[in-house]
Every structure is written in C-alpha cells, then in structure tokens.
C-alpha cells in the first residue's frame, strides 16, 4: 500500500475550501471555472464573500473534487486529499 498524502483543515468556511482545492491544484480561478463549466465570476464570488452557493454549483463542486481525488467530509468540513 502507497503512503497516502491526507490533508485536514478543520472548521473550513465554503469560501476557504474553494481557494484551498484551487491552490493545491494550481489552478487560476479563470482555469478552475472553465474545467467545472461555470463562469470565472461565480468562482470569483466564491471566493471573496463568505457564503454557499445554490445547492446546484454546491453539487457540481464537490464533484469536481472528488474527480481529482480531494474529499470533503460534509459533516465536519474537514478535507482529505489521498486514500486512507
């Protein structure tokens, strides 16, 4: 079994996630927007106010992060990165 990378950050607000998961990706907003096929001002706005967005683009998010093996636990916030 492969040493699995694990990151956790606890108590992580929507708007931190976000800027979290585009950073560890290296992604600019403009390039995370166009691979989740939203525009560059709804993950702009994700990231400046503090607040979830419709329950849609909610979805569409967390499934992009699994996609590129980035869980979300939603009951704690806590994010891991890597197969336990």
């Known amino acids: ?3 699995a990378i694990i990151l956790k950050v606890k108590t992580m ?3 931190d996630q ?3 998961v585009r950073m560890h990706l ?4 403009e390039e995370l927007a166009r691979q989740m096929g939203i ?4 993950v ?4 400046r106010e503090n607040r979830k967005p419709q329950l849609a683009l909610l979805g569409k998010f ?3 992060c699994q996609r590129n093996g980035i869980e979300i636990d939603l009951f704690d916030n806590t994010i891991c990165d890597g197969e336990i």
């Open 13 to 15: 607000d929507f708007q």
């Open 62 to 64: 967390y499934s992009f």
């Open 39 to 42: 525009s560059f001002a709804t």
């Open 26 to 29: 290296q992604l600019s907003q």
């Open 44 to 47: 702009s706005r994700w990231e």
């Open 18 to 20: 976000v800027k979290f």
């Open 1 to 3: 079994m492969e040493n």
